[in-house]
Structure formats: C-alpha cells, structure tokens
C-alpha cells in the first residue's frame, strides 16, 4: 500500500518531472490544463513514465518531493504507465476518502485501445495532509505491441471523489515509435 504524501509547491514539468504539493507555483494558482486540474481543494494530474520502477522506488524515499522521468515517447515493446498525482479529495463520516479514478487509451485513429480500467486512488484511507500530494493506488499500464499502429495515443482519466461529488477529467497523448534496433 502507498501511504506517503508530499508536500511543497507544483512545478513546471518537461522530460523529467518534480512532483511536489500544492496547486500553485511561486504563490501564484498554476491554471488548469489538460492534464492538471482542480476544482477547490480537489486537485489530480495525470503523469506518463516510461520508467515506473523508478518513479514508484522514488516515492517510497523520504522527503519533501519525488524526481522522475516524464515521457511523451513510448517505445514500440516497452512501457509506458500513467499514475495520478492528487491532493485534496473529501473525507467521509469515518473520516476517509473514497475517490476513484477510471482509464481510458486511445490508439492514433481514435478507437479505444483495449478496455477502460477502473482503479483506486484513494479508498478507505484518510485524505492527504492540507498542501501534501498523494499519489494513485492504481495506474495504468500501456505497451505498443508490434502489430500496433504507431502515431498519436491518448490516455484519458475521470478522477473522481465520491465524496465532493467532484469529476476531473484529464488527458494525455503520447506518441509510440519504433524501439532501437540496438
């Protein structure tokens, strides 16, 4: 089970992610975009990696923040994982969340690329911390077989918290190539 929050203020993200707290950058509110949005406290991000190793290890390690590699490529063969970074969901009469969060993949011509996955992120468990960021019990994982068509995929996440009765809705492409021949 995933229990660690962090905490600080969010960032700008490029190839190589910082995940950190709060829906702000220099105390300014960071405006929504496809893939971050928030509504009130609610907030969630939908992050791509291709190293998931890497980024789960990370999250385990105490401190204030959580470094990994951001990916907009997949590699025809290997894995690309989409996790939800989230903070704020409502807590319940016991005191806990119960906010879910449902995947969906597009292959470049449109069409659904497999089947939706329903996912926890997070049940059961007390929120996080005002200003910490928890990340996703479930993610998605996505790998471009060989009779795959490369080009554009989309990965789509209704994040909702049953409690708030909020729905975020986010979205993300990636564009699958051909794997090193090396």
């Known amino acids: 089970m995933i229990s660690k ?10 190839s ?7 829906w702000k950058e220099n105390g ?27 980024l789960f290890a990370a999250w385990e390690k105490p401190g204030p923040s959580v470094l990994y590699s951001q ?7 290997f894995p690309v994982v989409g996790v939800i970074f989230f903070a704020g969901c409502a807590s ?17 011509d449109g069409k659904p690329y497999g089947d939706p996955q329903d996912g926890e992120l ?15 019990v479930g993610n998605i994982g ?13 990965v789509k996440a209704a994040v909702v918290d049953k409690v708030a009765k909020k729905t975020l809705n986010l979205e993300r492409t990636f564009t699958a190539v051909e794997a090193d021949k090396n």
């Not at 990916?71 to 063969?77: P, V």
């Not at 806990?96 to 470049?108: D, E, G, L, M």
């Open 71 to 77: 990916t907009a490529t997949a590699k025809r063969g």
């Open 142 to 154: 996505i790998v471009i077989e060989p009779k795959d068509p490369l080009g554009v995929y989309k």
């Open 28 to 54: 300014k509110i960071v405006p929504d975009t496809a893939w971050a949005k928030s509504a009130g406290d609610f907030g969630a991000q939908l992050v791509l990696t291709d190293k998931p190793e890497e």
């Open 16 to 22: 190589v992610g910082l995940v950190t707290a709060q």
């Open 92 to 108: 319940d009469s016991k005191g806990t969340c119960q906010a879910s969060v449902r995947f969906t993949a597009y292959a470049p």
């Open 122 to 136: 997070w049940v059961g468990k007390p929120p996080p911390e005002k200003g910490s960021m928890q990340l996703s």
């Open 5 to 14: 929050v962090r905490t600080g203020a969010v960032v700008a993200f490029i």
